[in-house]
């Protein structure tokens, strides 16, 4: 059974940083795609940060580039989300979510992920 598991989440000041983690068990061989998602008014959610396993391709929602940085630990199953100089306005519930397919279509579309954790709260105070 294929699980991800999100942790790292709290509360902090405007401009400060955190780092979420999302670890992964199960059958995790053919996913092509990690990607974290937060949700926002009028969407489902969206995309925030996005890796191929394995390296050499990483996409960022533009609200977050040069804030945000995603990363990974192959031989951990576990992918990361640095981020820095956080906004009021980051403040959400942030998921991880895996996906097999490996065409670069849609990278930052939810509905293009298979597998999706539970989710871990940010919360940014100004």
């Known amino acids: 059974q294929v699980q991800l598991v999100e942790s790292g989440g709290g509360s902090v000041q405007a401009g400060g940083s955190l780092r979420l983690s999302c670890a992964a068990s199960g059958s995790t061989s053919r996913w092509c795609y990690i990607g974290w998602f937060r949700p926002v008014p009028g969407k489902k959610r969206e995309g925030v940060a996005v890796i191929l396993r394995g390296g050499g391709i990483t996409d960022y929602a533009d609200s977050v580039k040069g804030r945000f940085t ?20 980051d403040t959400a519930m942030y998921y991880c979510a895996a996906r097999r397919s490996c065409t670069m279509d ?4 939810p509905d293009e992920y298979d597998y999706w954790g539970q989710g871990t709260q940010v919360t940014v105070s100004s």
């Open 106 to 109: 849609g990278l930052l579309d």
């Open 70 to 89: 995603i990363s990974q630990d192959n031989a951990k199953n576990t992918w990361y989300l640095q981020m820095n100089s956080l906004k009021p306005e």
